[in-house]
């Protein structure tokens, strides 16, 4: 059970928009902690999609992108490729547990 | 460029010992946070254990305390993750990462895989 909520699974039409929640709580999310988002492709490191809920790193295209609010958190694909097929996973900072927490994955599926 | 990688991992019976290292390179390493991260078969991310950029504050999931511990050396731009009393639920990819607690982790080694088996 992972302290951060996302959907198992999305999925989307190329070209089609695509969103991923992530929903955590009060110690989390809901305290004020960015949230960060990360593409992991089968058996290949994590990469750094959105930090600081919505700050893209050099070299992510703009049709990836984040927003928080409350104790929620989102991200958003549009214009979706099937280069984009992989699992998503947010990560937060929870105070309760003095640590870094992460969503259980969402994997996304381009139909 | 900047790198991270990861050595160390492999088969090891329940209850052993293992050593984990992770060489950076590209970058500054005495200036960053680092942080362990493991991904067991089938499984989402798990963070592991955390250190700050001097060593001097090190903060453990509860899932590793009393079992894990992580340091490093600065001069030789080295993470380490000493794994005691080993399970068969660490069986995982352990991977290390730039940043983390807080902070985003935004270079990643490629992973290590640790195997706890009889």
């Known amino acids: 059970q992972s302290v951060l909520t996302q959907p198992p699974s999305v999925s989307g039409a190329p070209g089609q928009r695509v969103t991923i929640s992530c929903t955590g709580s009060s110690s989390n999310i809901g305290a004020g902690y960015d949230v960060h988002w990360y593409q992991n492709l089968p058996g290949t490191a994590p990469k750094l999609l959105i930090y600081g809920n919505t700050n893209r790193p050099s070299g992510v295209p703009d049709r990836f992108s984040g927003s928080k609010s409350g104790t929620s958190a989102s991200l958003a694909i549009t214009g979706l490729q099937a280069e984009d097929e992989a699992d998503y996973y947010c990560q937060s900072y929870d105070s309760s547990l003095s640590g870094s927490v992460f969503g259980g994955g969402t994997k996304l599926t381009v139909l | 460029q900047v790198q991270l990688e990861e050595s160390g991992g492999g088969l090891v019976k329940p209850g052993g010992s293992l050593r984990l290292s992770c060489a950076a390179s590209?970058?500054?390493?005495?200036?960053?946070?680092m942080s362990w991260i493991r991904q067991a078969p089938g499984k989402g991310l798990e963070w592991v254990s955390y250190?700050?950029?001097?060593?001097?504050?090190?903060y453990n999931a509860d899932s590793v305390k009393g079992r894990f511990t992580i340091s490093r050396d600065n001069a030789k731009n080295s993470l380490y993750l000493q794994m005691n009393s080993l399970r068969a639920e660490d069986t995982a990819v352990y991977f290390c990462?730039?940043?983390?607690?807080?902070?985003?982790?935004?270079?990643w080694g490629k992973g290590t895989t640790v195997t706890v088996s009889s």
């Open positions: 590209g970058f500054t390493f005495s200036d960053y946070y």
């Open positions: 250190i700050s950029s001097s060593g001097g504050t090190i």
């Open positions: 990462a730039r940043g983390g607690r807080a902070r985003h982790m935004d270079v």
